[in-house]
């Protein structure tokens, strides 16, 4: 029964404006949500989202720690849908939009009282009913990103502008209902220089063309097509250029197709455009969930096998999470102490708090409380829904250029930013001595040797993760084209290539020419190499698998034949200066020339993983290093757009030299700012070595941070680098870190795969093994989805996480 308590008539509640976040659907702490029995609890006075049923009961927590007493509980209840209702109205455009749900449930609220053990409050309170408005017509927080319609701009090219039409001989309008090398009927481009027809590519699920489109492009060179059943009277059609590798418009469609003979304002559009393709793969995609033999893959759901909802682009960020929240490491920092964590937190918006969202998200995965199954009409088991990470994202990604948004991004340069959020905010709590991301650290060493007097330098780097270069073999294609039975050979272009191979590859010696020796004074040639110094606990290995062709980024779909049994990555350590070598003397010789060493720069500290993948992508190393300066370490997409806008400035291919300023201000004495200090003390680091890389990055906090964490664990006096710490002698093989002196055997127990043939789209799904012995066994995350994986293929893999075997 509703009753008038003391604190609802003495409340004073301000109605959440237009900008607040208000967390109505979800709980903060929790992935309990609205649907279930118990619904969820607004807070009526910061708006917070908690459960009040269930074994957490965050609303009540939340009262007690805030004083903040009154709720509006909200719970969704789904209305039986009718055959004839309304059909939603045909999307056109490249776009998510708000769907109204008022047809699809009802919604029931009601106030409650926390100072009163929970008890119902009577409804129409006029100091309370204005808020309670504001609250059930608010926008849901973690929606309020995803609202605001994303969309594909297509434009034009100059390859659509300076078309030169010449028909091919026998073309005709009766041939362009099939494809000219196939069978086909759907899914057909015509060449707009000679109108040639012919199907699109073949997707990764065996759906779509044969390739002809795209043969005959390679064959003749004609670069744009449009795709019949798309156009429209209007004069617009799906059009493609496949120099650019992209969707383009034209805007002379209508002059560009009277050449054969084609009236545009007569044509109907009878087939789904890229854009609505693409939009429905966003919104709901699904690839084969079977074996070769057509056999369905087994749905699971339990601790450890919840899958993650897919938010609109958000598989890249998914699969990374399962394999990295698979790790034991991860799991035990952030679920077992979870319950410890809400109960201790001082932050009073969880929603905000990373390390609420770790906790919360590790509970959500390893509780199994989220991972049920569904059950179909006729009782056969479906799949499990899966938990919304929005909250989670949300939180850690923060202000981020590219992951705040809804776009598609790379899952190797989430994973980076996800490692370096982690840390930071790990360094904040116990000075980092619980940070899971340690399970990634190990060092790399960088040996030198001047071939003209034998002397050598190591130096010693810490590292998260290696990057992998391929191996390009071409195998010959098939001779008959046009036969379906053809397809799937006609598709592979690549020999596979073993995983030991790419590891030679990666550790081989290197010529350096035009190399300074310190000892010869003199430019000569050296050896150079990069093995490993120690190993990780997780190695955690990218495949460099785009490179630039035409200057447009191309995936390389080279299948790496990776062993599921232990590998020894022994061969590949380093060894240090071995006895009888004798090290190369310092580079700079202050005391020689006091003034000409103040006049060095100091050399800003660059992601070398980003700069090698750019490398791997056909950019020389000199734009390569200068872009991933000039856009501030910021991961490989954005420094690959920062060397296409500047490809045409004159100084792109000369050096950047960094100021003199700044490298006189590390040789000076230490001056930086006290509250820069304070905040990165607050992370966990040594004051002296803050105050060295704030001179060193003149005095750029952001720049410091990142240096810091480039090069933790390293020593030295502020502005004297001349005992470089990272120079090393090793007599011995270096050791390997975590509490193991000679391990290096690892095993494949996670991977993340790109799906599809553009860098620019596609899906990530994640195979994870898990298990002991005999009860190893693989599954397979599929956003929501999760099934038992009988046969785990990590030959066309992205992202490899090999587990030492200690």
Same mark, same amino acid.
């Given at each position: 029964?509703?009753m008038i308590c ?8 301000t109605p959440?404006s ?6 109505k659907?979800e ?16 807070c ?11 074994p957490?009961?965050?609303?009540q927590?939340?009262?007690m720690?805030t ?11 789904a209305?039986?849908?009718s ?13 998510i ?11 029931q609220t009601?106030v409650?009282?926390w ?7 009577e ?11 504001a ?12 609202i ?12 659509f ?6 028909l ?16 086909k009927?759907?899914n057909l481009w ?19 063309g ?13 670069k ?6 798309t ?6 059609a ?5 120099a650019c ?7 002379n469609? %209508? ?12 044509q ?8 609505e ?8 995609f ?5 074996? %070769? ?10 601790p450890g096998?919840?899958g ?5 682009n958000?598989?890249?960020?998914g699969?990374?999470l399962?394999?990295?929240?698979g790790?034991?490491?991860?799991r ?11 109960a ?5 918006r ?9 906790h ?10 989220y ?26 990604a923060k ?6 948004t ?7 340069e989430?994973?980076?930013?996800l490692?370096?959020q ?5 360094? &904040? ?6 940070d899971?991301t ?5 060092s790399?060493?960088e ?6 007097c034998?002397?050598?330098?190591? +130096?010693?780097?810490?590292?998260i993760?290696?990057?992998?270069p391929v ?5 010959e294609q098939?001779?008959?084209?046009? /036969?379906?039975?053809?397809a ?6 690549f020999?596979?290539?073993s ?7 990666m ?5 350096v ?6 000892e010869c +004074?003199?430019?000569t040639?050296a ?8 190993f990780?606990k997780?190695?955690?290995v ?13 995936k390389l779909?080279i ?8 590998v ?5 350590q ?9 090290k190369?003397? /310092?580079? /700079? ?10 006049s060095?720069?100091v ?11 750019l ?11 200068k ?16 060397i ?14 960094p ?5 006189a201000?590390?040789?000076?004495s ?14 966990g680091?040594d004051?002296r070595?803050?105050?060295k890389?704030l ?7 952001n720049?410091?941070?990142?240096r ?7 020593s ?7 005992n470089?710490a ?10 390997? &870190? ?6 290096s055997k ?6 993340v795969?790109?799906k ?5 789209c596609g ?12 009860d190893?066994?693989?599954f ?16 066309? %893999? ?6 030492r075997?200690?």
């Open positions: 029964m509703a003391e604190h609802a008539l003495n409340s004073r509640l959440p237009s900008s607040t976040p208000v967390y659907e709980c903060t702490q929790c992935f309990d949500n609205h649907d279930m029995d118990g619904g969820i609890e607004v009526l006075s910061c708006f917070n989202g908690g459960c009040s049923e269930g957490h009961q965050h609303a927590q939340h009262s720690k004083g903040h007493y009154l709720t509006l509980n909200i719970r969704r209840i209305k039986t849908q055959s004839d209702d309304e059909r939603p109205a045909k999307q056109t455009k490249l776009e939009r708000e769907e109204s749900d008022e047809n699809k449930y009802e919604y009601f409650r009282c100072g009163c053990s929970g008890a119902k409050v409804d129409g309170l006029e100091n309370i009913e204005p808020t309670v408005q609250v059930i017509h608010a926008v849901e927080a973690s929606k309020g990103s995803e605001k319609a994303w969309s594909e701009e297509v434009t034009a090219c100059a390859h502008e300076s078309l030169e039409q010449s091919a001989d026998g073309f005709g309008l009766e041939k362009m209902h099939q494809c000219s090398s196939c069978d009927h759907d015509m060449c707009l220089v000679c109108g040639h027809v012919g199907c699109g590519r073949r997707q990764y699920d065996g759906t779509g044969n390739n002809h489109a795209i043969e005959h492009f390679e064959k003749t060179g004609h744009v097509s449009i795709k019949l059943g156009i429209t009277p209007e004069g617009t799906d059009a493609y250029c496949y590798d992209d969707n383009k418009m034209d805007p469609l %209508a002059r560009h197709l009277t050449a054969f003979g084609i009236n545009v304002s007569a109907q559009k009878t087939e789904k455009s890229i854009a393709l693409q939009l429905e793969q966003n919104l709901k699904d690839f084969s969930m079977t074996t %070769a033999d057509g056999v369905k893959l087994q749905p699971v759901a339990g096998l919840t993650l909802r897919n938010l609109g958000s598989c890249y960020m699969s990374v399962q394999c990295v929240f790790i034991d490491r991860f035990d920092r952030y679920f077992p102490s979870a319950a410890e964590h809400f201790m937190c001082t932050n009073s969880p929603a905000q708090c990373v390390l609420c969202q770790l919360k998200l590790a509970d959500g995965l390893w509780s199994g409380r991972a049920v199954l569904d059950t179909g009409s006729e009782g056969e088991m479906g799949h499990q829904r899966g938990i919304p990470p929005a909250q989670f994202k949300s939180a850690i202000d981020h250029y590219e992951f705040s809804m776009r598609q991004q790379d899952a190797f989430f994973f980076q930013h490692n370096k982690v840390n930071i905010i790990e360094r &904040s709590v116990a000075s980092g001595s619980r899971p340690k399970v990634f650290d190990y790399t060493e040996r030198i040797q001047c071939t003209q034998k002397k050598v330098r190591c +130096k010693i780097q810490r590292a993760s290696a990057s992998l191996i390009k073999r071409f195998v098939p001779g008959s084209q046009g /036969e379906d039975d053809d799937d050979a006609q598709k592979q272009h020999a596979p290539v995983f030991k191979e790419c590891l030679d590859l550790t081989r010696d290197e010529t020419e035009g190399y300074n020796c310190p +004074k003199v430019a040639l050896v150079k190499s990069t093995r490993f110094a120690t990780p997780v190695l955690a990218q495949v460099r698998r785009f490179e630039l062709v035409n200057w447009v980024p191309q779909d299948p790496i034949v990776v062993p599921l049994e232990p020894d990555l022994g061969p590949y380093g060894h240090g200066i071995r006895p009888g070598e004798e190369l003397p /310092e580079t /700079e010789e202050a005391e020689q020339d006091n003034s000409n060493t103040q060095q720069p050399e800003e500290a660059i992601d070398e993983t980003v700069v090698e993948q490398e791997s992508m056909g950019f020389p190393r000199v734009r390569c290093v872009a991933v300066r000039k856009t501030g370490n910021c991961g490989a997409e954005v420094a690959m757009n920062w296409f806008e500047h490809m045409d400035d004159p100084d792109i291919d000369v050096a950047d030299e100021s003199t300023q700044s490298a201000a590390s040789h000076s230490p001056s930086v700012d006290p509250e820069a200090v304070e905040q990165l003390m607050a992370m680091f004051r070595r803050i105050e890389e001179i060193n990055a003149g005095g750029d906090p720049r410091a941070l990142d810091l964490l480039s090069f933790d664990g390293e030295g006096d502020v502005g004297n680098d001349a470089d990272n120079d090393v002698t090793m007599a011995s093989p270096a050791k390997a &870190s975590d509490d193991s002196e000679t391990a690892f095993e494949l127990t996670g991977f795969s790109h599809g043939s553009s860098v620019h899906h990530y799904i994640a195979n994870i093994r898990q298990g002991l012995g005999s190893t066994q693989w397979l995350f599929n956003d929501s989805k999760v099934v038992l994986q009988t046969n785990p293929d990590p030959e066309q %893999a992205y992202i490899y996480f090999f587990t075997s200690d």
